[in-house]
């Protein structure tokens, strides 16, 4: 029996960003609505967002959801949503027309936009086979690392190992993902250090997951389910899926 590695990924695409060092103004009124809307998830929601617009670490949540922002941002009803996207866009006018910067606020537009999107999906598997997201299926048996898929603004890359098993095909031994800044690896095998008992590397650093969440600094997160995990970015969400393959 070999080990390899599932990957699924789905993504409702961002726009580029440009975070500056302070949050802006534009965000003031959207952060009092967010907090009317849930004083305690509204105002870590909104905390979120501007540690990610600055590239700080995300402030711990005090609520037991393990929602990351874009997840909990999408769990408001669509009628409030449909309410800040007015807002937002009042608000742009002001911002663009006193020259202030869109940092926090820019990336809540993008965000809250992206809330009302489908989700599309890529996937790797097998020997391997990949599915692009526009629904393309082909084979791609072969050996290295390659960029699977990624973004332009930096915060979104996902990089797979395939290795030989014979002649004739290979499979998906390892993963690497940028998470917002965390850069997170799965082994399925010859892991980088002598730790056998976890094939998760954050950082470079080895870790287990204890219960069946794990809060990236950045805002991402980990959810394991039996031998599957699923990671969520903070602006949308991935599958990274890892099983274990029958192979002759």
């Not at 791609?140 to 004739?168: C, I, P, W």
Request: hydrophobic share 40%.
């Amino acid at each position: 029996m070999k080990k390899s590695l599932l990957i699924k990924v789905g993504f409702c695409l961002l726009v580029n960003q440009h975070f500056a060092q302070a949050p802006s103004a534009a965000f003031a009124p959207v952060k009092d609505r967010l907090e009317r809307w849930d004083d305690i998830r509204g105002a870590w929601l909104a905390a979120a967002i501007q540690a990610l617009a600055m590239n700080r670490n995300v402030p711990d949540r005090t609520f037991p959801e393990d929602f990351t922002p874009y997840e909990m941002l999408s769990m408001i009803p669509v009628s409030e949503r449909q309410d800040l996207r007015q807002m937002v866009i009042e608000n742009q006018r002001v911002a663009t027309s006193n020259g202030a910067p869109l940092t926090d606020f820019g990336l809540f537009s993008a965000m809250l936009e992206h809330s009302f999107c489908n989700r599309i999906f890529g996937r790797t598997y097998g020997d391997p086979h990949l599915k692009s997201y526009d629904r393309a299926t082909y084979s791609f048996q072969t050996v290295g690392e390659f960029v699977l898929s990624k973004n332009t603004n930096g915060l979104f890359e996902v990089q797979t190992r395939q290795r030989a098993q014979d002649d004739n095909f290979s499979l998906n031994a390892a993963v690497a993902m940028n998470i917002a800044g965390d850069r997170l690896c799965f082994y399925a095998a010859d892991k980088p250090d002598d730790i056998q008992q976890t094939p998760l590397r954050l950082n470079g650093q080895p870790i287990q997951l204890q219960g069946r969440s794990f809060y990236l600094p950045h805002g991402g997160v980990i959810r394991l389910d039996g031998r599957n995990y699923t990671i969520a970015w903070p602006f949308w969400v991935k599958r990274i899926c890892q099983r274990h393959c029958w192979r002759l």
